[in-house]
C-alpha cells in the first residue's frame, strides 16, 4: 500500500532532498543517484515474464528501458504494448496485465474501482517527463511560431487555412502555403489528449472540449497512438497535430514554437519542457499535472507519465522483477531518457519512486 507518510517533495531545479534535511542544485539531465536497496534480477538470477500496456507517450523509452534491461537479465522478459492510456488503466482495473502506464493521474472514479476490486490502494508511480508538441508538415519552413490565440484558433477550428493573417504576421520571413489546415487529434483514450487539453483548457478561453483522455474536437481527423498522428502528419503536407516531443525528434518531423503563459515564444526542447516543473510540489501520490505554468523561460505544454503497479502479485518473481526494474531504469536508466528526449526525474523524486515500489509492492505467497 501507498505509505501515509506526508512529505511531499518538490519538483524543481532546486529542490529539498527527501527528508528535507539538505537543499542542494538538481540537474535534470545530469542527476547524480541515490542508492536505495532493492532485489536485483541481476543479482538474485530471476526468471520472470511481464506484460504492461498503456500510454504510448513513454513508449520509446519504456521499449529502450526493457530492452536493455533484459540485456542485462535475460531470464526477465518485459513485453510493453503502446495501446494508449485509455486502454491502458482499463487492462490495469481489469487485472490482464502485469502493470499499466498512464499519462494522466488516475482519477476518483478508477481508485474507487480499484480499491473495490482489490481491496487496497492502487500504486501510481512517476517514471519519466516529457513535452507535448504542435508537429507540422509545411515543406520548407523549419521554424514555424505559434501566438497563444493562433493555436488556440487552429485547435478550435476558427483558423482554417496556413495563409491565415493571424499566422503570416507571426511568421513574417515564411513563405506560407495557401493550403487548408488539416488538424490532427488521437481517436483512442489518450494520456497524451490529457495533458494537450489539460493546457488547452487553461490556456484557450473559447474552448468548450475540456480536458480529458477523450474530448469532443470541433475539427479535425483522427489517428491512434502518437505512433499514428506521426506518421499521419509526415504523410499529410498541411497537416498539424499533438504527439510527444521524442515522436518528433526521431521521426525528423517539424515542431511550433509556442508562445507560453509569459507571452515568450519557446522552442519545444527538455531543457524548456523541465522548467514547467520549477518550483512543483509532487504530492503524495505523485498526481502532479502543471496545465499552464508560469516559468517565463518555459516551454508550456509537459508533463509527468506514470507506471500502475498492483499492490500484490501471486508470483513473487513479477514483485521481484517489477522492483528491480524501476530501481534500474531510474538509477541507470537516465542516459536512454536523454537520448530520445524526455526528461529524467530529479534524485529526489526517483528515490521516492523507488522506495514506494519496494515498500509496497509484495508477492502475497
Known sequence: ??????????????????????????????????????AKAQDS??????????????????????????????DVEISYQSVGSGAGVEQYLQGTVDFGATDKPLSAEERATFEATYGQAPIQVPMTAGSVVFAYNLPGID?????????????????SNWSDPAIAEANPTASLPDIPISWIHRSDGSGTTFL???????????????????????TGIGAKGNEGIAAQVAQTEGGIGYVEYAYAKENGISAAAIENQSGNIVAPSPETASLVFDGEEIPEDFALTVPDPANPEAYPIAGLTWLLLYPEYDDSTKAQALQSVVD???????????????????????ARVVQTVQQDVVANN
Open 143 to 159: 521554424n514555424l511560431e505559434l501566438p497563444r490565440d493562433t493555436y488556440c484558433s487552429i485547435v478550435n477550428g476558427e483558423i
Open 45 to 74: 538470477g530471476l526468471e520472470a515474464s511481464l506484460s504492461g500496456a498503456g500510454a504510448s507517450f513513454p513508449a520509446p523509452l519504456y521499449q529502450r528501458w526493457f530492452s536493455e534491461f533484459n540485456k542485462l537479465n535475460p
Open 328 to 350: 534500474w531504469a531510474l538509477n541507470s536508466g537516465d542516459e536512454y531518457a536523454e537520448q530520445l528526449g524526455y526528461i529524467p526525474l530529479p534524485q529526489d523524486v526517483e
Open 196 to 218: 494537450f487539453t489539460n493546457h488547452i483548457a487553461t490556456a484557450c478561453p473559447t474552448w468548450q472540449g475540456g480536458a480529458d483522455k477523450t474530448v469532443e474536437w470541433p
Open 1 to 38: 500500500m501507498i505509505s501515509k507518510t506526508q512529505k511531499r517533495l518538490c519538483l524543481t531545479a532546486v529542490s529539498a532532498l527527501s527528508l528535507g534535511l539538505l537543499v542542494q542544485n538538481i540537474d535534470l539531465t545530469n542527476n547524480s543517484k541515490i542508492s536505495t536497496p532493492v
